[in-house]
Nanobody, 124 residues
Framework: VQLQASGGGSVEAGGSLKLSCTAS????????KSWFRQAPGKEREFVGHISQNGGTTGYSDSVKGRFTISRDRAKNTVYLQMNNLGPEDTAVYYCAASRVVASGVRDPSNWPYWGQGTLVTVSS
Protein backbone atom coordinates (compact mmCIF):
# COMPACT_ATOMS: atom_id res chain seq x y z
CA VAL A 1 0.00 0.00 0.00
CA GLN A 2 1.37 3.38 -0.97
CA LEU A 3 -0.12 6.85 -0.81
CA GLN A 4 1.69 9.51 -2.81
CA ALA A 5 0.90 13.11 -1.88
CA SER A 6 1.81 15.99 -4.13
CA GLY A 7 0.90 19.57 -4.96
CA GLY A 8 2.47 21.46 -2.10
CA GLY A 9 4.37 24.67 -2.62
CA SER A 10 4.71 28.29 -1.60
CA VAL A 11 1.90 30.79 -2.00
CA GLU A 12 1.02 34.22 -0.70
CA ALA A 13 -1.77 34.74 1.76
CA GLY A 14 -5.13 34.64 0.04
CA GLY A 15 -3.91 32.22 -2.58
CA SER A 16 -4.97 28.68 -3.39
CA LEU A 17 -3.39 25.27 -3.77
CA LYS A 18 -4.75 21.85 -4.65
CA LEU A 19 -3.11 18.80 -3.13
CA SER A 20 -3.41 15.32 -4.58
CA CYS A 21 -2.99 11.91 -3.02
CA THR A 22 -2.83 8.91 -5.31
CA ALA A 23 -3.00 5.39 -3.98
CA SER A 24 -1.41 2.21 -5.21
CA UNK A 25 -2.05 -1.23 -3.81
CA UNK A 26 -5.53 -0.36 -2.58
CA UNK A 27 -8.78 0.81 -4.10
CA UNK A 28 -9.49 4.11 -2.36
CA UNK A 29 -13.19 3.70 -3.06
CA UNK A 30 -13.24 1.06 -0.30
CA UNK A 31 -11.51 3.34 2.22
CA UNK A 32 -12.28 6.43 4.18
CA LYS A 33 -9.78 9.16 3.25
CA SER A 34 -8.49 12.06 5.26
CA TRP A 35 -6.05 14.91 5.33
CA PHE A 36 -3.98 15.94 8.33
CA ARG A 37 -1.33 18.59 8.71
CA GLN A 38 1.58 19.19 11.01
CA ALA A 39 3.15 22.56 11.59
CA PRO A 40 6.69 22.85 12.99
CA GLY A 41 6.74 22.06 16.68
CA LYS A 42 3.08 21.07 16.76
CA GLU A 43 1.15 17.83 16.82
CA ARG A 44 -0.47 16.38 13.75
CA GLU A 45 -3.84 18.03 13.26
CA PHE A 46 -6.99 16.75 11.56
CA VAL A 47 -7.99 18.78 8.52
CA GLY A 48 -10.88 16.83 7.01
CA HIS A 49 -12.15 13.49 5.77
CA ILE A 50 -14.31 11.99 3.06
CA SER A 51 -16.29 8.77 3.14
CA GLN A 52 -15.68 5.75 0.95
CA ASN A 53 -18.13 6.81 -1.74
CA GLY A 54 -17.47 10.52 -1.37
CA GLY A 55 -20.94 11.24 -0.10
CA THR A 56 -19.90 12.55 3.30
CA THR A 57 -17.22 15.03 4.21
CA GLY A 58 -16.19 16.68 7.44
CA TYR A 59 -13.73 19.43 8.27
CA SER A 60 -12.04 21.01 11.22
CA ASP A 61 -13.39 24.38 12.23
CA SER A 62 -10.13 26.04 11.23
CA VAL A 63 -10.54 25.12 7.54
CA LYS A 64 -14.31 24.79 7.13
CA GLY A 65 -15.54 26.95 4.26
CA ARG A 66 -12.04 27.30 2.80
CA PHE A 67 -10.92 23.73 2.14
CA THR A 68 -12.73 21.05 0.12
CA ILE A 69 -11.96 17.34 -0.11
CA SER A 70 -12.97 15.43 -3.21
CA ARG A 71 -12.00 12.22 -4.92
CA ASP A 72 -11.62 10.85 -8.42
CA ARG A 73 -12.57 7.21 -8.43
CA ALA A 74 -11.05 6.52 -11.86
CA LYS A 75 -7.70 8.02 -10.85
CA ASN A 76 -7.75 6.42 -7.38
CA THR A 77 -6.95 9.86 -6.04
CA VAL A 78 -8.21 12.14 -3.28
CA TYR A 79 -7.79 15.90 -3.42
CA LEU A 80 -7.61 18.78 -0.99
CA GLN A 81 -8.54 22.12 -2.53
CA MET A 82 -7.33 24.93 -0.29
CA ASN A 83 -8.58 28.47 -0.83
CA ASN A 84 -7.96 31.73 0.97
CA LEU A 85 -4.80 30.39 2.54
CA GLY A 86 -3.21 32.15 5.47
CA PRO A 87 0.17 31.85 7.22
CA GLU A 88 -1.51 29.68 9.86
CA ASP A 89 -2.06 27.03 7.18
CA THR A 90 1.69 26.54 6.76
CA ALA A 91 2.41 22.88 7.49
CA VAL A 92 3.30 19.53 6.03
CA TYR A 93 0.07 18.01 4.74
CA TYR A 94 -0.53 14.27 4.89
CA CYS A 95 -3.18 12.09 3.35
CA ALA A 96 -4.37 8.98 5.12
CA ALA A 97 -6.71 6.07 4.51
CA SER A 98 -8.52 3.49 6.57
CA ARG A 99 -11.07 0.76 5.90
CA VAL A 100 -12.78 1.44 9.19
CA VAL A 101 -12.34 4.35 11.57
CA ALA A 102 -13.37 2.87 14.85
CA SER A 103 -13.46 5.69 17.33
CA GLY A 104 -12.92 9.04 15.73
CA VAL A 105 -11.69 10.45 12.46
CA ARG A 106 -9.70 13.20 14.18
CA ASP A 107 -7.30 10.79 15.89
CA PRO A 108 -4.26 10.05 13.69
CA SER A 109 -3.82 6.66 15.35
CA ASN A 110 -7.06 5.49 13.70
CA TRP A 111 -5.56 5.85 10.23
CA PRO A 112 -3.17 3.01 9.30
CA TYR A 113 -2.09 4.18 5.84
CA TRP A 114 -0.24 7.47 5.32
CA GLY A 115 1.29 9.41 2.50
CA GLN A 116 4.75 10.91 2.82
CA GLY A 117 3.58 14.51 3.26
CA THR A 118 3.80 17.58 1.09
CA LEU A 119 4.89 20.99 2.37
CA VAL A 120 2.63 24.02 2.08
CA THR A 121 4.14 27.40 2.92
CA VAL A 122 1.97 30.51 3.04
CA SER A 123 3.64 33.90 3.28
CA SER A 124 1.95 37.01 4.58
Amino acid sequence: VQLQASGGGSVEAGGSLKLSCTASGINLSNYRKSWFRQAPGKEREFVGHISQNGGTTGYSDSVKGRFTISRDRAKNTVYLQMNNLGPEDTAVYYCAASRVVASGVRDPSNWPYWGQGTLVTVSS
